[in-house]
């Protein structure tokens, strides 16, 4: 074989190796980022359950603290025989928002109480 038959075949062996080479470190990289993106995903899922467990305990402390409200409310009402526009407003939001909250049970029947007052003018 020639020099200039060696020479090219020389080179055709280093560009293979330069795009082997190449590949070699682009796969390096991407599986870098691919454990970098693996690791995030871990910790959002992480995250998101945690959110989700502060959600679920501020959504049942939501739900008594409305208990706690139309339970005083309706009874102080019930106890006067009497209640007003803006009471009736109030608690029938109040009950509703209760309601969503899957809260029933003894506010239920205190509301039942509640909507057969009177309604008189506010003072």
Same mark, same amino acid.
Request: proline fraction near 0%; include cysteine; charged fraction near 30%.
């Given at each position: 074989?020639? #020099? &200039? *038959?060696?020479?090219?075949?020389? *080179? ?8 082997? $080479? %190449?590949?070699?470190? =682009? @796969? ?5 980022? +691919?454990? /970098?993106? !693996?690791? %995030?995903?871990? @910790? #959002?899922?992480? %995250? ?6 502060? @959600? ?9 603290? !409305?208990r706690y409200h139309l339970q005083k409310d309706i009874i102080k009402a019930v106890e006067r025989?009497?209640? &007003? ?5 109030? #608690?029938?939001?109040?009950? !509703? =928002?209760?309601?969503? +909250? %899957? *809260?029933? *049970?003894? #506010?239920?029947?205190? $509301?039942?109480? $509640?909507?057969? +007052? /009177? ?5």
């Amino acid at each position: 074989m020639e #020099i &200039t *038959g060696i020479a090219t075949l020389l *080179g055709a062996i280093a560009g293979l190796l330069k795009v082997v $080479f %190449d590949y070699r470190v =682009s @796969s390096n990289k991407t599986n870098a980022v +691919l454990e /970098t993106i !693996q690791t %995030d995903l871990v @910790s #959002i899922k992480s %995250d998101t359950e945690k959110t989700r467990e502060v @959600s679920l305990a501020n959504r049942e402390a939501i739900k008594e603290t !409305q208990r706690y409200h139309l339970q005083k409310d309706i009874i102080k009402a019930v106890e006067r025989g009497y209640t &007003t526009m803006y009471e009736v407003e109030k #608690i029938k939001e109040l009950y !509703q =928002s209760y309601c969503n +909250l %899957d *809260g029933n *049970g003894v #506010i239920e029947t205190l $509301f039942e109480k $509640f909507k057969a +007052l /009177t309604v008189k003018k506010e003072n």
